[in-house]
């Protein structure tokens, strides 16, 4: 993972003077092109880090930078360490080495009493992790990786991908990378993909950025208004687009589904009322009289 690989790197040149491409990528079984793009990460994240050229070349922490464990407390470490733990699962194991690093570092982590007090929770379905942890060795090892998906639309299709980039946000996994279908730039949820396949082909890195994101499908307005007793879920739900109404709080979003929109008006029984648009208000109704039907 490359996280793994970036603190293992500044760990090598804390503890080397100067330290070669080759070396690194020797060490991390990487190319040296991906060991120059972790320095400039390494770079951008404030470690300064001084290149050299020649036959003597290579990297090494710039003068007057130096980096120990004085400069984080516990709690600091805490964080780290517990996020690394609550990844753990989703990950396969490939944690474990960068928190006995870290644990290392500070032995208090182990039994302090600020050890737990941060708790981060990634935990991921089996069915996640059965796509999750090849992503991670494709991303790795640069391979073209295939699979079926199924758009917020509804949409089926097959694709091919470079894979760049596994995200979490907002409890989901997200991959990012390159759609050899679309020519461009994507963002797929791993919720939504299935028949994951990792190719013995292999990609030369692109600048993903020059790449538009795929534009999202035309969505539904909806205008929701809830009873005050619904606000702490509706809050939760729909932490952005809550407004109070008097004795009411009103919601305004987008819904890429009719039917996901349904579901959720559904799920709300009498503590929702939908103001528009009026085919939303048409669809609830067939489907409360489809569900009355039933159970004549």
Request: hydrophobic content about 40%; overall charge neutral.
């Amino acid at each position: 993972m490359r996280l793994d690989r970036m603190l293992g790197i500044t760990m090598e040149l804390l503890s080397k003077r100067r330290v070669s491409a080759t070396e690194l990528a020797a060490r991390f079984e990487v190319s040296s092109r991906t060991i120059y793009r972790d320095i400039e990460l390494i770079n951008q994240a404030g470690i300064p880090i001084a290149s050299f050229a020649g036959t003597d070349g290579g990297f090494e922490l710039m003068n007057g930078y130096f980096l120990s464990r004085q400069h984080f407390s516990v709690e600091d470490l805490s964080v780290i360490y517990n996020l690394l733990r609550g990844m753990d699962g989703a990950m396969g194991g490939r944690s474990a080495s960068l928190m006995n690093k870290l644990s290392s570092l500070q032995p208090a982590l182990l039994k302090g009493r600020n050890a737990y007090k941060v708790i981060f929770d990634m935990s991921t379905s089996e069915s996640e992790k059965a796509i999750v942890h090849p992503l991670f060795q494709a991303i790795d090892e640069n391979r073209i990786v295939s699979f079926s998906y199924i758009s917020a639309a509804g949409t089926a299709t097959k694709r091919r991908a470079e894979p760049t980039a596994l995200y979490w946000e907002r409890g989901a996994w997200y991959l990012e990378g390159y759609c050899l279908m679309r020519r461009a730039k994507r963002i797929f949820r791993i919720s939504r993909l299935a028949g994951l396949e990792v190719s013995d082909e292999r990609f030369a890195p692109r600048e993903l950025s020059s790449y538009p994101d795929e534009a999202d499908p035309p969505g539904i307005e909806v205008h929701l208004r809830f009873d005050r007793s619904a606000q702490p879920r509706v809050s939760e739900q729909f932490p952005d687009e809550c407004s109070p109404h008097g004795d009411s709080v009103d919601v305004r979003k987008v819904f890429y589904s009719m039917e996901y929109a349904v579901s959720v008006v559904l799920s709300y029984g009498s503590k929702v009322t939908v103001l528009s648009p009026e085919e939303l208000k048409r669809c609830v109704l067939k489907t409360i009289e489809d569900i009355r039907e039933k159970y004549k």
